[in-house]
């Protein structure tokens, strides 16, 4: 009994570290739909090449064969943050914007054909392309912290909090607190709402929706570009990994409500609980399975997600 005790509570604390990260993937990709409307493929290699990004920093900058500690990590985070919300910006400027002035906001109404074709084929060019630049051999950010842990002794109980996670889900909640609060209380955050709820009347009271969709779509990468490099200290990654991670973010905003950056990160949450927790009574192959069987148990009962709202088409 205390074994099984133990093996839960181990369980419950992996899986709220974990949910972190998951949630600030998802909040990424919450921030650029629920402003732009746009169903972004390519959101998974965003997701790697912030990895890419914090790897190059570490390898530049650090002079430790042993890895990087707190602000190292810390560092090449920021560091992909910044990188993405430019690679964000340039790519919405060069092909997205060019189809957004063109399909206005038939988008709404008449699907978005033409934003699943780019973005897919823009998921192709930047995983094969990382492919050719840096091979296909696993790469790491080596940090001591991956690989220590605080323990916890609860009476005949131990429990390991391991000390990279716990960083992780400490920069995750920061930044998920400085999002909503720049959503709520600052300008550029009502900007951003206004456009999103109608991009025809915003412009009416004097904002400029292109602007909006430039800062969305490069607040989102970098969000998820940062939480890529977070990751890429406890996990070995190459070009591909995007597509294991894309199918996380999308089930986790989509649970959530695809509008709704709180309940992005809360899907983001609940796919981490399901993953861990499942993993106490099957086998990792049946991990995913069991994700969109709650996914679609959700979906049965609440098809708009947890705070989805609900829009009737004319």
């Known amino acids: 009994m205390v074994y099984q005790f133990e093996a839960f509570l181990q369980t419950l604390i992996n899986a709220t570290l974990l949910g972190g990260v998951y949630a600030l993937l998802c909040v990424g990709l919450a921030l650029i739909f629920s402003v ?6 390519a959101q998974g290699e965003f997701m790697m090449l912030g990895m890419y990004a914090a790897a190059f920093a570490v390898a530049v900058f650090s002079g430790s064969s042993t890895g ?3 602000l190292g990590i810390l ?16 790519i919405y400027s060069i092909l997205l914007r060019p189809i957004i002035a063109t399909t206005k906001s038939s988008v709404r109404v008449d699907g978005h054909y ?3 074709t780019l973005t897919l084929g823009l998921s192709l ?6 492919l ?7 790469t790491i950010v080596k940090t001591p912290l991956s690989n220590s ?3 916890m002794n609860l009476g005949p109980m131990s429990i390991f909090v391991n000390q990279m996670r716990s960083l992780t889900f400490i920069v995750a909640c920061i930044i998920g607190i400085v999002l909503v609060s720049v959503m709520t209380k600052s300008r550029l955050g009502r900007d951003l709402i206004a456009t999103a709820d109608n991009a025809e009347a915003s412009t009416y009271m004097g904002i400029n929706n292109n602007v909006s969709y430039v800062i969305a779509f490069g607040m989102g990468a970098a969000i998820t570009g940062l939480g890529g490099a977070l990751i890429a200290a406890n996990n070995p990654f190459q070009p591909y990994i995007g597509l294991e991670y894309v199918v996380i973010m999308y089930t986790g905003v989509v649970m959530g409500g ?3 950056i709180k309940g992005a990160w809360i899907g983001g949450m609940v796919v981490a609980y399901v993953q861990e927790f499942t993993g106490l009574l099957l086998s990792v192959e049946l991990q995913g399975a069991s994700i969109f069987v709650v996914f679609l148990l959700l979906l049965l009962f609440k098809p708009n997600g947890f705070f989805g709202q609900i829009v009737e088409r004319a």
């Open 258 to 260: 695809m509008k709704s």
């Open 125 to 130: 060019i930047l995983s094969n392309g990382a």
């Open 149 to 151: 842990s605080w323990i």
């Open 68 to 70: 990087v500690g707190v």
């Open 114 to 116: 033409v934003q699943l």
């Open 75 to 90: 560092g090449s985070s920021a560091l992909s943050g910044v990188t993405l919300f430019i690679v964000g910006v340039l």
């Open 132 to 138: 050719i630049l840096f091979g296909s051999h696993p």
């Open 36 to 41: 732009m409307y746009i169903v972004n493929f």
